[in-house]
């Protein structure tokens, strides 16, 4: 079945440094590929997504491509802040929304200090 | 934009009692939601499937007269966690579908803890 491998946390980094959190996928077919993010006390939010091959996601400074041939999607940014601090979750879907099941990694999670 | 609440946020209860756990779509129409349970270190896993008005649909090895699910409008649908026991300990969280718009917003999450 499908399964997504997320590198495990905690990770805590200094503001400004770089940030990567790996992903992998097995997945059956073309899946959409999403990261997601909490923050604390709050739901799982969308932070960016991939529907096919090659493509790029990208928001609040957070990028994440698509490579299928090597089943990953690593969440990168350039400069970390200390609101970047939450659990980030790497997720797969037959859905470009996902609005059907979604198969999610352990979570990240992420503190900044200043 | 579109919010998803979900109560309580953390529970303590007895062995042999049942919990309910709500998850409403606050100003959107939820047709779908899912719940997910999360153990500590491990992925989020889906539990069940959920559309308004019908049978949910349940996850191989989850007992469906244990976590038992109704979605009785478009805005509302609960969870509840039959004669809980302790491995019932857990992080559920709930999603919804705003098929209308294109997206898929979670609640916050209940953390249960069974003594």
């Known amino acids: 079945g499908d399964s997504v491998t997320q590198m495990e946390g905690p990770v805590t980094l200094s503001e400004e440094a770089f940030l990567t959190i790996n992903c992998t996928y097995t997945a059956t077919g073309y899946p959409s590929l999403f990261w997601y993010v909490q923050y604390p006390g709050e739901g799982l939010q969308l932070l960016l997504k991939?529907?096919?091959?090659?493509d790029k996601g990208s928001n609040k400074g957070f990028e994440a491509t698509y490579r299928k041939e090597t089943t990953s999607f690593h969440l990168e940014k350039g400069s970390v802040q200390v609101s970047d601090s939450a659990v980030y979750f790497c997720?797969?879907?037959?859905?470009?929304?996902?609005?059907?099941?979604?198969?999610f990694g352990t979570g990240t999670r992420l503190t900044i200090i200043p | 934009g579109a919010v998803v609440s979900q109560h309580p946020s953390r529970v303590i209860c007895k062995s042999g009692t049942s919990v309910k756990i709500e998850c409403r779509s606050l100003?959107?129409?939820?047709?779908?939601m899912f719940w997910y349970r999360q153990f500590p270190k491990q992925s989020l896993m889906l539990m069940a499937t959920?559309?308004?008005?019908?049978?949910?649909?349940?996850e191989q090895g989850v007992e469906k007269d244990k976590f038992l699910i109704n979605h009785a409008s478009l805005t509302l649908s609960t969870l509840t966690v039959t004669s809980a026991h302790p491995e019932d300990s857990s992080f559920y969280i709930c999603?919804?579908?705003?098929?209308?718009?294109?997206?898929?917003?979670f609640g916050s999450g209940t953390q249960l803890s069974v003594l």
């Open positions: 997720a797969l879907s037959s859905s470009n929304f996902g609005n059907e099941k979604l198969t």
């Open positions: 100003d959107f129409q939820a047709t779908t």
């Open positions: 999603s919804a579908s705003d098929s209308l718009n294109e997206k898929l917003f």
């Open positions: 959920s559309n308004e008005g019908s049978k949910a649909t349940y």
């Open positions: 991939a529907t096919k091959a090659d």
